[in-house]
């Protein structure tokens, strides 16, 4: 859109890009049936849209590089616009780790700190638990009406009626092992800041803490026993200068009177925004070799390839979407992308 001007307009320029990236088959728009039949289903369970363009759209979310351009939400979209943090962990979490975590939320949200988590076993259940009388936030891999996992059934009904549940797929999609990552960026997008209760060093939560670096946001953990596996990865973040948290009071005097302030990053959708510059065909085929010689099935950030082929934003940006379009590009969170 920031390109061609118009949705009608880069609508009709998507089947031309994907043929230039290389696919085979010619690419279909979906049809507005289709559009209007997922908004039916939304307006049924009582969950809307919100576009990256709309100013109900989260502005902590929208300040991130690759915000997703739609979400959906079941529960009150307000909530995703209010101070946070998040609170994530293993899901073998111990006990002692479940009840820290509880701590801690319980009293980020007495504080009037929305506590951000996603929903998975362990640490992220005793976080929405504990806040959820004050109205906690759940980002899903899958569908907003997707329950996951299943012991969670109730948890996930009431954080719908008392908070709010955001999602980046359609309704309907079952959670797979690569929506997680892109999920964890929503966690720590939401935030002002993550705390990790546990984590071993391998880990989906030291994904959402290295999104959380990348997207300026502050983090937290919490210390514990070098002979547990699950406190290896915490350590590790505290020896890589994290905040060391032992109860909620030690995030909020870090975070200052601005935890408690609403983000003041500009709205999304707060104006019009000039297209870039359009580099013609002839520059991007010339271009197109060096761009894919940077590409390989191990991520690589965008700004790398920028700097190593020393073309222009907009050519290796065109370029990158040609490939996407053809299926032929996998996008990372973090600004990262790799060859399918």
Not at 157 to 182: C, N, Y
Not at 216 to 221: H, S, V, W, Y
Request: with cysteine; glycine share 10%; hydrophobic share 45%.
């Amino acid at each position: 859109m920031e390109r061609f001007g118009s949705p009608a307009a880069a609508l009709e320029a998507l089947p031309d890009l994907a043929r230039r990236g290389g696919r085979d088959r010619p690419l279909s728009i979906a049809p507005r049936a289709a559009a209007e039949r997922e908004l039916a289903v939304l307006d049924r369970m009582g969950a809307r849209l919100l576009c990256w363009c709309e100013p109900d759209y989260p502005a902590q979310l929208a300040a991130i590089e690759d915000a997703p351009p739609v979400i959906t939400v079941l529960g009150d979209p307000a909530r995703l616009s209010r101070p946070a943090v998040a609170v994530v962990g293993a899901r073998n979490a111990s006990l002692t780790g479940r009840k820290l975590a509880a701590m801690i939320s319980r009293d980020l949200a007495e504080a009037g700190i929305t506590v951000v988590s996603g929903l998975a076993r362990g640490i992220d259940t005793a976080a929405h638990e504990a806040a959820l009388h004050r109205g906690t936030v759940a980002a899903l891999a899958g569908g907003v009406d997707v329950i996951y996992p299943p012991e969670n059934a109730e948890l996930h009904r009431r954080i719908g009626d008392q908070g709010a549940l955001v999602a980046e797929s359609p309704p309907g999609t079952e959670p797979q092992a690569r929506h997680f990552p892109r999920r964890n960026r929503l966690i720590s997008g939401l935030s002002r800041g993550v705390l990790v209760v546990e984590a071993a060093l391998k880990s989906g939560s030291l994904i959402t803490a290295r999104l959380a670096l990348e997207q300026g946001r502050d983090l937290f953990a919490v210390p514990g026993s070098p002979l547990d596996p699950r406190a290896q990865g915490c350590n590790r973040l505290l020896k890589d200068g994290a905040v060391l948290v032992e109860t909620a009071d030690d995030i909020l005097a870090y975070l200052g009177p601005q935890g408690l302030a609403t983000f003041n990053a500009p709205p999304a959708g707060g104006g019009p925004v000039p297209p870039p510059a359009d580099p013609g065909e002839k520059e991007v085929e010339a271009a197109r070799p060096r761009v894919t010689l940077c590409l390989s099935p191990t991520p690589v950030h965008i700004d790398e390839i920028v700097r190593d082929c020393q073309l222009s934003a907009a050519v290796v940006l065109t370029i990158l979407l040609e490939l996407e379009l053809a299926g032929r590009l996998h996008r990372h969170p973090g600004g990262r992308v790799s060859l399918a």
